[in-house]
């Protein structure tokens, strides 16, 4: 991934402008790309490699989001209206791929910014559909991050990824066999109910350390009434997601005062898909922090928990204690 700093060369000849607030350019390193061969089944069919070696090719476009211009400047620093822009991006690029047959194309709510205005004039519509759109940030060199300027990704793709492939089916499944309820609705529903897992929560969000969590501070953000994509959200509702990023992130970083790594992801509808799958979908973020005793202390998913399966280092409740009593000022400006 190139350098996002303002005024950068990146690796394809383009500069950065000297933008001051977020911006959004093409990766120069993309992992999928728009033109690639096809993959070629060179066996025959009913051969032994094409019965146990499946592979299909996929295309895609990949994006850099920066936060902000400051090199310094992480989610848990940015003030609300800063976050905010972030979501609206997101918003912006997502609804600008949507497949013009989807549900989701028909009365989504307009971004509070004009289509692509803060991009570097690539990340316009593609002439191929694609299927799936993920946004992620990995914060921090624990979680591979190469360039330490706050940033996330967004990566369009042919195909439907595996673990976004998994929650949809159980999503599907449960709207099936329990008449059309939503369960992550419904999850976020008990979770507020229960209240002792909840890290957070706003009219619109709450913020959990999930009952299934695998790392030992996991949180998982999720819609309290059913939103299938960010664009379902009005301005207000935009305005708590970025007040429950906020809190999260803050609250990581007060933990163990230090700039907490974690791999973030939001889910949301496919691109493209059949109604059921659109009508099934819940917007939710994944937070998957390693830092497990202190702030060099992480957590290593290792032996049994590889072979067999996950095991919880603390409860869910336990962490989500913890993170409660982190709330407040940002620790690294109490001194300000």
């Not at 490699?49 to 400047?73: D, I, Q, W």
């Not at 059921?276 to 922090?289: G, M, T, V």
Request: net charge negative; proline share 6%; with cysteine.
């Amino acid at each position: 991934m190139a350098g996002p700093a303002r005024g950068n060369k990146r690796a394809q000849g383009d500069t950065n402008p000297k933008y001051e607030n977020t911006y959004v350019f093409v990766n120069d390193y993309s992992a999928v790309k728009e033109f690639q061969a096809g993959y070629t089944e060179h066996d025959a069919d009913g051969s032994r490699s094409s019965m146990l070696l499946r592979a299909e090719s996929v295309t895609g476009k990949c994006y850099v989001v920066t936060f902000a211009a400051a090199h310094n400047l992480t989610l848990a620093d940015l003030s609300l209206p800063a976050i905010l822009a972030v979501i609206n991006i997101w918003t912006d690029i997502y609804t600008a791929h949507i497949s013009p047959l989807s549900p989701l194309s028909k009365g989504s709510s307009p971004t509070t910014l004009s289509p692509m205005s803060h991009g570097d004039g690539r990340t316009s519509r593609t002439k191929e559909q694609y299927r799936y759109m993920q946004i992620f940030e990995n914060k921090g060199a624990a979680m591979g991050c190469s360039n330490p300027h706050p940033h996330g990704q967004i990566w369009t793709t042919s195909g439907l990824p595996e673990e976004p492939a998994l929650e949809l089916g159980q999503l599907k499944k449960y709207k099936q066999e329990q008449g059309g309820l939503n369960m992550l609705e419904d999850y976020a529903s008990l979770e507020s109910e229960q209240a002792d897992r909840v890290v957070f929560e706003n009219k619109a969000f709450v913020a959990v350390c999930p009952w299934w969590g695998t790392w030992p501070f996991e949180v998982m953000i999720i819609a309290r009434q059913h939103r299938r994509a960010l664009v379902d959200l009005n301005n207000a509702e935009r305005e708590e997601l970025a007040e429950a990023m906020a809190e999260v992130t803050r609250r990581y970083d007060n933990l163990f005062e230090t700039q907490f790594p974690y791999s973030m992801g939001v889910h949301q509808a496919p691109l493209e898909g059949s109604d059921i799958e659109i009508e099934a979908s819940h917007l939710h973020i994944h937070f998957y922090p390693p830092l497990l005793r202190s702030a060099t202390v992480r957590k290593f998913l290792v032996g049994y928990e590889m072979m067999a399966e996950p095991q919880r280092d603390i409860t869910p409740e336990q962490a989500a204690t913890r993170l409660r009593s982190c709330g407040g000022k940002l620790y690294r400006k109490k001194t300000e």
